[in-house]
């Protein structure tokens, strides 16, 4: 028996152990299949790069600065960890706005990044020929990971954990939805109340036996080693050529030159070689050679070099590069840190960290959803759209991030029942939430295949146009990949008052807009309950959350009561704009006129059963339809008939910021509550919630930072995590930004630090300068939203 049970020795799960340790958990077992780091660990690069492109990938990789000197005076043990300094280099002009953006948010994280121009990365032998510049990192460093692997162990051991080696792992052992230990090669059980996956590229056959869904594949992934080379510097800055592909490190007077692939090769990890220990392919001098090339064309002095070594092993990538961290949807009481994109080592001090606290405290320590395994699709963990997704997926780990940019491989996993109807009415498709979604609407051909820029739109205008149309008349929007959940029962009324901060004991039809809390009073979800019955109701939410909201409402709406997901039984259409109420009027014999904001009733449109319900996303008169998907397409048909045009999502999201709408995974999220977001409105003090006491403490003692929406001046883009700053200190990161689809004004929602008892009309006196690529631009922070601020149009 084991409290807790870790699956997989290396640099991950042994982090992992040790962390829990550290917690003051003593009965921790680790079981590893082989010999410790004989997975991937044993031949990763070594590289240590604290800054990442986002923050919570940031957060996560700094830790290492921290901890791999510690673990040298803890154990006694030597972890290899030096500290070299790097560049990124750039030879695109795109890059460089990439580079200050990632600049800024390392600053701010206290790091020392700078933008430097391409002469002044000075390293011997460097030829510079095309490259514009590059961010300089002087916290990048090496670690020799075999070396942090045992100090690791040896300090977890020290903790109490005690780690096995040569015992494998057949099956995960599950009831009723919750993990209960494991059974062994020769059929033993141990029983266990957590387990932690992190058998990296053997995870997903575990997962896939127990349920879950893990989106990761393993693949062949390259790098040689050259023979020493006289002059090197040491130490040798880590190098990224990131619009070559490649990155290079010095060894011991030697360098270490790697790449991230398109079209990468796929291993089964279960094959002939699988359970092998230390596995190594054979050379693929076709995949590297143009890693190679690039790496000639960067040090000219490699021509007369040989290569001592070609190291071909595996590593596990995921279906979005991102990693799979967290509680798993499907199964209460199993965690996973799994799917590391080559980044395993350097975020092992991180990772071990917010998953020890996670597992520990039962909810995330953090705000981890980028990076969390509960955004997890399961139709993304099918084997062939996996295999699919490494033709791109491994490659876009040094890619260039364009904003808005779209997936190519693995496409068309989830359509709405209406997919056809908006593919002929123009939609330009794009993956949002694992749907296919119209993010815009070509009026011709010319609109259709539009360049990534990162600065101005190219379809911008487009939204304009759109949203310029429930000016007077009526748009459609494509609502159906949000979440949808039928609960009911003779205790789901005393569930849902307990989960809502608002009141949801309203009468039939009325649906109300709540958060649901956490007990520290953080947002877990943002949704609509409406009252369909005594005992039924309809909760909506976020597409992307749909997954997470699930396996959260199972986990915490106790009582006499069922949840069912009916997300695909149903397609919804957005009806909305002035001419809404006309429109359905001549569609249907149902009364339109008297019908509130905020309520829902059954109705028929164009002979079709449906249930309307009054609330907008975009701060326009209208409704949502939702529709039996097998009847949907009659309703749009007589609706474009009658006039209405589509909105994509693009100009949904710029509606959305010009009325100030928060938006879940970016505004709104675990580690913010209601009275610091500005949705103090949404709570009903008369009653108990979850949540309730954090929140009456936090409305005692008053609030320290404000989620704020800003009018930046001068800006063309504004996307997440750009520093605000007040005197030149910075004071707060944005949550979102969009263009306003009907005011053109570049807007930002922002968190920032306040002093307690600070009104929004003294915050919004202050001066703010928000940072976006290295440029500042005036931003005054707003009272009320620039659109409609009284809400007229929306409830006319």
């Not at 943002?526 to 109701?537: A, Q």
Request: charged share 20%.
């Amino acid at each position: 028996m084991a409290r807790t049970l870790i699956i997989g020795g290396g640099a991950v799960g042994l982090s992992l152990a040790y962390h829990l340790t550290r917690r003051g958990e003593t009965d921790v077992l680790l079981l590893e299949r082989n010999q410790l780091t004989s997975g991937t660990s044993w031949h990763a690069a070594g590289i240590v790069g604290p800054l990442r492109a986002t923050a919570a990938m940031t957060r996560l990789a700094m830790y290492a600065g921290e901890l791999f000197p510690r673990l040298e005076a803890e154990t006694g043990l030597s972890t290899g960890y030096r500290r070299t300094g790097g560049y990124w280099l750039a030879r695109d002009a795109a890059r460089m706005d990439e580079l200050h953006r990632i600049a800024s948010l390392g600053r701010h994280f206290g790091l020392t990044p700078s933008v430097v121009t391409g002469g002044a990365v000075q390293v011997p032998g460097l030829d510079t020929t095309g490259i514009i510049g590059a961010l300089r990192v002087e916290e990048d460093a090496n670690v020799n990971p075999v070396d942090l692997c045992m100090a690791y162990a040896k300090a977890a051991r020290a903790g109490g954990a005690v780690i096995r080696e040569g015992v494998n792992v057949a099956a995960l052992l599950v009831e009723g939805a919750r993990v209960t230990g494991v059974r062994l090669d020769d059929g033993s059980e141990i029983p266990a109340d957590r387990v932690a996956l992190c058998a990296g590229a053997w995870s997903k056959k575990l997962a896939d036996g127990a349920g879950v869904a893990l989106p990761l594949q393993a693949v062949e992934h390259m790098y040689v080693v050259t023979e020493p080379m006289p002059h090197l510097p040491h130490p040798y800055p880590v190098i990224r050529d990131l619009d070559r592909g490649i990155y290079v490190k010095g060894d011991a007077g030697k360098l270490v030159i790697g790449g991230f692939e398109p079209f990468a090769k796929c291993w089964n990890p279960h094959g002939l070689d699988g359970d092998r220990p230390f596995v190594e392919f054979s050379e693929d001098w076709d995949q590297f050679a143009p890693f190679m090339e690039a790496a000639l064309a960067l040090i000219p002095s490699l021509e007369a070099t040989g290569i001592q070594h070609f190291m071909n092993g595996p590593e596990s990538f995921t279906v979005d590069s991102r990693p799979l961290i967290g509680q798993t949807n499907e199964v209460d009481g199993l965690f996973v840190a799994a799917g590391m994109n080559s980044v395993g080592v350097m975020s092992s001090a991180g990772i071990g960290r917010v998953l020890a606290d996670w597992i520990v405290e039962g909810a995330s320590p953090d705000d981890l959803w980028g990076v969390d395994v509960a955004r997890v699709d399961p139709l993304t963990a099918a084997a062939d759209h996996v295999a699919t997704r490494m033709e791109e997926a491994v490659a876009d780990v040094f890619a260039l991030h364009w904003p808005f940019k779209q997936p190519k491989a693995g496409r068309d996993l989830r359509r709405s029942a209406l997919h056809d109807r908006w593919a002929a009415a123009g939609a330009v498709f794009g993956l949002t939430a694992g749907w296919e979604r119209g993010l815009w609407y070509a009026a011709s051909d010319a609109e259709r295949d539009l360049p990534y820029s990162v600065g101005a739109q190219a379809w911008q205008e487009i939204a304009h146009r759109e949203a310029a149309v429930m000016e007077d008349g009526t748009a459609l929007i494509d609502l159906s990949p949000f979440g949808k959940f039928d609960i009911s029962g003779p205790g789901a009324l005393m569930a849902l008052q307990w989960l809502a901060a608002g009141n949801v004991d309203a009468g039939v039809g009325r649906a109300v807009y709540t958060p649901l809390l956490n007990a520290k009073g953080g947002i877990e979800a943002d949704v609509t309950i409406t009252r369909l019955g005594p005992d039924r109701f309809r909760l909506t939410s976020g597409a992307a959350t749909r997954w997470r909201d699930l396996a959260w409402l199972r986990r915490n709406a106790t009582g006499d009561m069922t949840v069912r997901d009916v997300t695909e039984a149903e397609v919804v259409i957005g009806v909305m704009g002035a001419g809404s109420r006309d429109l359905l009027i001549s569609l249907s014999p149902d009364d339109w006129q008297d019908f509130p904001f905020a309520t829902a009733r059954g109705v028929t449109v164009a002979g079709a059963p449906c249930r309307a319900t009054r609330v907008s996303f975009v701060g326009e008169l209208g409704w949502e339809l939702s529709i039996p998907a097998a009847t949907g397409g009659a309703v749009f048909d007589a609706l474009q008939a009658g006039g209405a045009s589509p909105l994509g999502h693009y100009a949904l999201d710029g509606c959305r910021i010009e009325k100030g709408f928060r938006h879940w995974g970016h505004d709104l999220g675990p580690a913010i509550t209601p009275l610091e977001a500005g949705l103090g409105f949404t709570i009903d003090w008369g009653k108990d919630f979850l949540g309730k006491a954090a929140l009456e403490r936090q409305k005692a003692e008053g609030m320290t930072r404000r989620l704020v929406l800003f009018d930046v001046d001068g800006a063309t883009l504004i996307l997440h995590d750009e520093p605000i700053r007040e005197n030149g200190k910075v004071v707060g990161l944005t949550t979102s930004g969009a263009k306003g689809a009907r005011t053109r004004r570049v807007l930002a929602l922002g968190l920032v630090a306040i002093a307690k008892g600070e009104t929004l009309a003294e915050t919004s006196a202050r001066q703010f300068e928000i940072e976006i690529a290295g440029r500042r631009y005036p931003a005054k922070a707003l009272e009320r939203p620039p659109f409609d601020p009284t809400g007229k149009r929306m409830r006319a």
